[in-house]
């Protein structure tokens, strides 16, 4: 059924149990490791096929590990760097497929990863059901990286599943594509001006910091200009009470 992967472990069990217990260990074979980003990084995707021959049905579980920037992850060595360009590979090859689709174009780009080409099927297949999760920052600094995965979002969204061939491009660029496209287009544009408002906010608090602290250390040197003043003018009283105290044992001794 379907296209199969190469090296994949390969189970065949009847019992919901186990089948619930070889998914946990798949989980646990998992490359993980602890990056700049995420301290458990996942450094590979992961996916789960359920084959199910009496009723022809499979189920597919797929965990994408993020794309990710070498340099913000601290990656080093070749095969660090290597590991994350290919894990950013499936997630580019699989965004170029959702695309393709979407616009209708001639042709998928299923063949340019190995992710993708596990997945044709359920792109392809009219009665197979898909659901993605996309998963955002809620860090104001992140935004545009959420931007980015929401319009990401709203292509997959506008996908009509069927044998690719045999469906016309008026079809698949039908009104209620082009409403839906619309209508995500005008929700990332209110994204885009809430970014603005963010990006204007943080510019005005990162001035008014650096005010406050050009004050800070204004006040600072002012007062340990006064400071000095001060110690200045208690060494100068102290000398005076000296020179006072001296003056007065001499008429002291002039009385006698």
Avoid at 63 to 75: C, L, P, R, T, Y
Wanted: positive net charge; hydrophobic residues 35%.
């Amino acid at each position: 059924m379907g296209t199969k992967a190469r090296n994949a472990t390969y189970i065949s069990e009847n019992e919901a149990g186990r089948i619930a217990r070889e998914v946990v260990k798949v989980e646990k074979r998992r490359a993980v490791k602890s990056t700049n980003c995420n301290a458990r990084s996942s450094r590979s995707h992961c996916m789960i096929i359920v084959d199910v021959p009496s009723v022809g049905g499979r189920l597919m579980l797929v965990d994408m590990a993020g794309s990710e920037n070498i340099q913000a992850v601290g990656q080093t060595g070749h095969e660090a760097k290597s590991e994350t360009r290919t894990i950013n590979q499936g997630n580019t090859t699989l965004k170029r497929v959702v695309e393709s689709i979407a616009n209708g174009d001639s042709h998928i780009p299923f063949r340019d990863s190995k992710l993708t080409m596990l997945l044709r099927d359920s792109f392809e297949d009219e009665r197979s059901k898909i659901l993605m999760i996309l998963c955002a920052s809620p860090d104001p600094k992140e935004l545009h990286k959420t931007i980015s995965t929401l319009q990401y979002g709203a292509r997959a969204k506008c996908i009509t599943r069927a044998a690719h061939a045999s469906i016309p491009r008026d079809k698949v660029s039908s009104k209620e594509a082009h409403n839906a496209i619309r209508l995500k287009d005008e929700e990332l544009a209110r994204l885009r001006t809430k970014l603005s408002l963010v990006e204007a906010r943080e510019a005005t608090a990162q001035e008014e910091v650096i005010r406050v602290a050009e004050e800070t250390q204004f006040l600072w040197g002012e007062l340990r200009t006064t400071e000095d003043k001060l110690l200045m003018q208690q060494q100068e009283l102290l000398a005076m009470k000296q020179r006072l105290q001296e003056v007065e044992r001499e008429k002291m001794c002039m009385d006698e």
